[in-house]
């Protein structure tokens, strides 16, 4: 597609429930990034993927998150049992045709957990 | 712990003058360096990247970098009630990849 996809654009739910949030990023990027970004706080790295490569989980804060993307194109962003502070803007972000740092940003889900 | 910090702002300035927007990181291996604008509600957009010591220009924007200061710098000449926003400074010290670690960023009011 033209930009970044993302969706549900905002989810409203209870704590403990489970959640998913879907990435479609630009067409022929490689790269697949997470972002979470909560009330007055930067940007905070999730996790990426690229290419075949294993992905880099290392910003996952706990075991309740979860991410996988399904034939190098679209990812999935699973949140199990939500806690109150998992309420946020997750944002989803590409990049280049071979990669790169330069990010390109969706619009990112808001999460509210109740 | 690698941060990267900013002022929060909100810097004001009146329109068609100079913006200073200022950004310290601590990793001293850090590679490049970016500056994303957030309007309010929307979604980061890249504006400038800088890899090496010196000044950048791309049209009213300049980025500056210091990595002996370890101090990035973006300067917005002429500025416009239109770049109201708010700037994050993101700094990269992972190879060549969009794994960044981002400031909590400078709002910036153009006052007309």
């Known amino acids: 597609g033209a930009g970044v996809s993302q969706s549900p654009s905002n989810k409203v739910t209870e704590k403990g429930k489970d959640v998913e949030l879907r990435c479609d990023p630009i067409?022929?990027?490689?790269?697949l990034y997470w972002y979470r970004q909560s009330l007055g706080q930067g940007l905070e790295f999730l996790i990426y993927?690229?290419?075949?490569?294993?992905?880099?989980k290392s910003g996952l804060p706990s075991d309740r998150f979860s991410a996988e993307r399904t034939g190098g194109s679209v990812s999935t962003l699973t949140i199990q049992r939500t806690q109150q502070e998992d309420s946020a803007v997750y944002l989803c972000?590409?990049?280049?045709?071979?990669?790169?740092?330069?990010?390109?940003f969706g619009e990112g889900s808001r999460l509210t957990v109740l | 712990q690698k941060e990267v910090e900013q002022n929060s702002g909100p810097l004001s300035v009146p329109e068609g003058a100079i913006a200073s927007l200022n950004c310290t990181y601590s990793?001293?291996?850090?590679?490049?360096f970016f500056w994303y604008r957030q309007y309010s509600g929307k979604s980061p957009e890249l504006i400038m990247s800088?890899?090496?010591?010196g000044d950048k220009e791309d049209g009213r924007f300049t980025a500056q970098l210091n990595k002996a200061s370890q101090y990035v710098s973006l300067l917005i000449r002429d500025s416009q009630p239109s770049d109201s926003a708010t700037y994050l400074c993101?700094?990269?010290?992972?190879?060549?990849?969009?794994?960044?670690?981002f400031g909590q960023g400078t709002t910036l009011q153009v006052k007309p």
């Open positions: 972000a590409s990049s280049g045709l071979a990669g790169g740092p330069w990010l390109f």
């Open positions: 067409s022929g990027h490689t790269a």
């Open positions: 993927f690229q290419g075949n490569s294993a992905p880099d």
């Open positions: 990793d001293r291996g850090s590679q490049s």
């Open positions: 800088i890899y090496s010591n």
């Open positions: 993101a700094v990269n010290s992972e190879g060549n990849t969009g794994k960044l670690i």
